[in-house]
């Protein structure tokens, strides 16, 4: 047995699969322990917020500020217009403002500001000009509207007496905040989703999900697997057509069209997590008994079977002791390749909307159904599912890996 | 002997193999024969229903492997629809053609307005806001002023202040596409038709209207029905009739007749492709990739007396998409001018992306705010029938959720607009006194408040399961809407988590657009999400009738309203006042105590605001849309419906 686990380790390609899966499945165990956020909490108002440090507006105005003797202007000058908008600027001011074209330095930025704001009128006539350039036009200059102007920004409060607003703190464009500094801050390293759910939480309890659900499957897929291939090529006769029968019924059939029939008889009320588990393991035992039977049946006839066989050994002995260890290296194998498909099978079913209720648990799947539903493809919100698809590849990497290199450490023809 | 058995169990083994093979097969194409007709259902499914229905398609390129599948299959379907396009010989020149997107879904069945199932939305839609590019109204409605204005008439008016009858007068000028005069007959005779062959408008408005008969060639009379008093059955829906119902041809009726055998059944199923009709646009070319109507350039309406001109692009066509993100992706490019699509985050199309596409209003809610998607609770259900469980569910509800991340803030919140039962359109939010309902119009996420009121009703959580009972039952419900409606869908789930807070164990529930009309109409549901009515003549009257009447509680398939099947005796009182009422301050009145009771009683409460049609448009070829504040008062009903037609006539090529 060490001697094994020893020869396992050593198979390089094991141990890469080995590490990664390893590292998947303690994230899913630690990250919980770190964050204790609720994976379901609806925490952004909106769809897709981007990733990153979201602090308080209202605390970083009242807290501690530091003024930094930087050059805010142009900064801000740079980051609100584009050399794009410089060119649409000049554009709309050579037709429709009545400015010579020679008057229009595109490098003196706030010369061309200037002369924005002295000429540009949103009522103003411009033909030709389609409603969303004349709203781009409007938006510009409601986005650069005062941004010259080097006054303080004044915070005001409401009197709740007379209703009337008091100057409670001015700003400057030199003060700064530490965002340490500002109490309510929170971190989304991958953004939000759809529901404003943050994606990183959920993506590390959707996966526990998934490898619960691949898991459950697994066992179950070679439980059944296992057990019929045995009966049937120890067995043999009668009992052995019976069961092949039964395994070429659910050969022919493709598996995934039966897993979503069964998932949509089931219905969506009875549809928790184990159960779509069982239902994918059910679906998906034929090959472990179609391959576990014909070594059985290499298997029986051996000399070591024959000798138990004439002690008079029970049947269950002799398959337990006799034949089960000589299958249990490629039992392993498929065990750990039941585990990826049942997994790949619970992200697709829960794509078509057949998996577990999205209130009461995340899953890969789910994530990625929503945000196919919620365009996040199409509108760049690429940490809704690019995270949930890599999670998804590294998890069938990882144990396909393992696979091989297992198969290269107990097949023969295989070894080095 | 023991080869013969075993041969037989190979025979067997052989048929049965085959005969699970046939039975697989069929198992795998039901869900998608089901969708199908899903798309279709003419009475109750509005378009923008139909649009998001589409994302069950979606479901099947799902099926494949990744993420990466929908784009794909986007992309490709996309592909797919160009070439064709470019394929086939009945393409028409990009400068001349308004591409729209969003409301064909799948391939049209015909061309009748009789018929209940045309999937035909570009040409047959009678409704609130008729859609008249084909066959055309008597008047048209402008939802932003509530008004009719004149199309195949020129002016109605009551005869005298009992309002049991109409004088509608036509226009002269009016002709159909073969040169014959539109007359009173015509519209009489259409009249007849409905009635006499059922159509789901003739059997709405005969409980209304006792005769339809033309005085001579350009005058109408409308005889209403009466009640035992004497009084009309409903003078408002007899003014709704003029915005709704097509006029057709007598001689082409006729002749529709004749091959029929004026046999109901087959008149309804009757193609129509060799149709009659009076509107700008006649049908070009139709197939499972696209529809293409054409300009009539005879078309009566470039008489003086109506529009002076015909109408702007030569072709009108919808290429058929295969959901909303194949839709999407053409918007982008450029191969679509009006989307009606609901967009996920719609302003990054102008913000981030810079395409020349705009909406209605250049910031949230982006459009015009119709009608209002609400959860209808089934109050005939144990639990549902304590009004402290359905207030608890509509408090604790996240609105501001729901608005913002499922409808992506093209909903007005409920703090903007305090929720009652009238849309947030000027007109009706006039027709009511706001102070009187202030203590009543909750605005959600009210979790404490609604836990002390179950907690004061004495719905408590006594087995200590997270989930209160009610009657030693524990209140578990189901909420369902139609798969594929990803903004209801989304909604819903939201419910659900804020129910879960206060608990109440809201499971949702997503079955087949069919599946989910049979639930609804025939009373089989706990809680569902469904549309009242938007804007029209007769609302918001209308709408407050579907909120609350027992009139429709009481019908046995129920399309009509009042899902929730609730009961009121003073609601039904009132509602049977208002259409009699022509004093305002009358009305105000009545519309305020109607709201008190609705607010009071929750049998319903609205998740959101939405348009009837989203309308997005791409300014890279057409140009001279309707936008708020332009000054043409044109409603941006997607250049197509009830007045918004009008955009038709305005649009300019882009320089």
Known sequence: MKNTLRQVFHSPKFVIGFVIFAALLLTTIIYPLV????????????????????????????????????????????????????????????KFGGVAEADINLEDVEGLIGLWEANYSESADQPGLTASRKKYFARLNKNIDGILADSDLILARENPDTGELEESATIGSNEFVNTKDVAN?????????????????????????????????GVVATIVGLFLGLISGYVGGVVDDLIMFITNLFTVIPSFVLLILISYSVGQNARGVNLVAIIIGLTSWTWTTRSVRSQVISLRNRDHVNLSKLSGHSMMRIVLTDILPYL??????????????????????SMLGLGPSTSTTATLGLMMNWATLYAAPLNGSWWAYFPVVITIALIAFSLNLMNTGLDQVFNPQLRD | MKSRSKKLVALFATVAMTASLLAGCGGGNAPAATDTPAATDGAAATDDAAATDDAAATDDAAATDDAAATDDAAATDDAAAGTATAGDTNSTPRNET???????WGTINDWNPFSTNSNNPMCVQQKDSSRTLIYETMFMFNMLDGELYPLLGTEWSWDDDTLTSMTVKLNTDAHFSDGTALTANDVAYTWDANVKYE?????????????????????????????????????LKVQQLLQQMYVMQKAYLEKVEARNNSEKEAMKLDKMEDLVASGPYLPFFDDDQKIVFIRDENYWGQAASMWGKLPAPKYVAHVIYADNNAGQVALEAGDVDVCQQFTTDVQKLWEEKNLPITTYIDEPPYGECATMPSCWMNVEKPGLDQV?????????????????????????????????????????????????????????????????LLDEAGIVDSDGDGIREYNGTPLSFKAECP??????????????SSAKKIGIDIQTFFPDTNTFYDDITTGNFEICMNSPSGSSISNPWGRCMQFLSSLYADLEVNWSGNWSQ?????????????????????????YTRLNEIYLTDVPSFALMYRPELFYIVNESVWTGYPMKDDGTNIPPTDCTDGYGIAALYNLTLVE
């Open chain 2, 199 to 235: 159509s789901s408008l003739g059997m709405d408005f005969s409980n209304y209207i006792e005769s339809i008969t033309a005085v001579d060639d350009a005058t109408v009379s409308i005889k209403c029905k009466l009640d035992d008093a004497g009084n009309p059955a409903n003078p």
């Open chain 1, 35 to 94: 964050v204790a956020a609720d994976p379901l909490e609806m925490v952004g108002n909106g769809n897709f917020f981007k990733p990153g440090t979201y602090v308080s507006v209202k605390d970083s105005v009242e807290g501690t500020h530091y003024t930094l003797n930087i050059d805010v202007k142009s900064g801000s000058l740079d980051s609100k217009i584009s050399a794009e908008d410089k060119e649409s600027m000049k554009e709309w001011l050579t």
């Open chain 2, 388 to 452: 402290e469980v359905r207030k608890a569910i509509a408090m604790a509800t996240d609105y501001d959720q729901i608005i913002a991340s499922a409808m992506s803030n093209q909903s007005p919140t409920f703090t903007q607009v305090p929720r009652s039962m009238m849309n947030p359109t000027d007109a009706e939010q006039g027709l009511f006194d706001h102070d009187a309902l202030k203590e009543l119009q909750f605005t959600g996420n009210d979790i404490e408040g609604a836990n002390a």
């Open chain 2, 483 to 496: 798969d594929g409606w990803t903004d209801w869908m989304a909604s819903l789930e939201i419910v659900a």
């Open chain 1, 328 to 349: 249990a290296s490629y039992v392993v194998m498929a065990f750990i390749l039941q585990i990826s498909s049942g997994i790949l099978a619970e992200a697709q079913l």
């Open chain 2, 98 to 104: 308004l591409y729209f997107a969003g409301q064909q």
């Open chain 2, 566 to 590: 609730y009961r009121n005796d003073e609601a039904d009182e009132i509602l049977a006042k208002i259409p009699l009422e022509t004093d305002e301050a009358t009305l105000k009145e009545y």
């Open chain 1, 185 to 217: 801050r929170r971190t989304f390293i991958l953004g939000t989703d759809n529901f404003g759910r943050d994606v990183l939480t959920e993506l590390v309890d959707a996966t526990k999900t998934s490898l619960r659900v691949g898991l459950i499957a």
